[in-house]
């Protein structure tokens, strides 16, 4: 329950309902693009990471995304074999490709505050939290594979 709860909330919140705030989802007329085709391309693989990354934190966490149901273990599985972060780059990516279709400078300037945002929310909150409820193993994780840019061999902690 948490986790619909939660995806409606905080992806469907800065990912949709912001960038809607913005652009109403009015696309300046002359077809399609190649704008157009590379942010819905970013668009679809970003909800597709989203939704995988989603059901990670179910099957392997045992919880939920949302810091008030949290996961029982450390979800190191899946897209998070390449980099720590994927959830908030699908978003970031979903913003980015709406930011294209809609070719909007304040949809731009949106993904801008999200990224300065998560990046604040996971230096100062996310990582000690995971440091502190799973101690050595999320150390190792943390050594082994990056925060933001992803590594082409997958972790095999």
Do not use: K
């Not at 905080?10 to 960038?19: F, K, R, S």
């Not at 994780?141 to 997958?154: F, H």
């Amino acid at each position: 329950m948490y986790t619909v709860v939660f995806f409606f909330l905080a992806p469907g919140t800065t990912a949709g309902l912001v960038p809607w705030l913005i652009t109403q989802w009015e696309r300046p007329d002359g077809g399609v693009g190649v704008l157009d085709v590379l942010g819905t391309g970013l668009v679809v693989l970003g909800l597709a990471a989203v939704m995988a990354c989603f059901w990670r934190f179910v099957t392997e966490g045992l919880g939920t995304p949302a810091p008030v149901a949290p996961t029982e273990s450390l979800v190191v599985g899946g897209l998070y074999r390449h980099v720590r972060n994927p959830m908030y780059l699908a978003v970031a990516s979903i913003i980015g490709g709406q930011a294209l279709i809609f070719r909007s400078t304040g949809v731009l300037w949106w993904l801008l505050v999200f990224l300065v945002s998560v990046w604040a929310f996971v230096r100062g909150y996310e990582e000690p939290e995971l440091a502190r409820q799973h101690g050595d193993s999320y150390q190792r994780y943390r050594d082994a594979v990056p925060g933001w840019w992803p590594r082409l061999r997958p972790y095999q902690g």
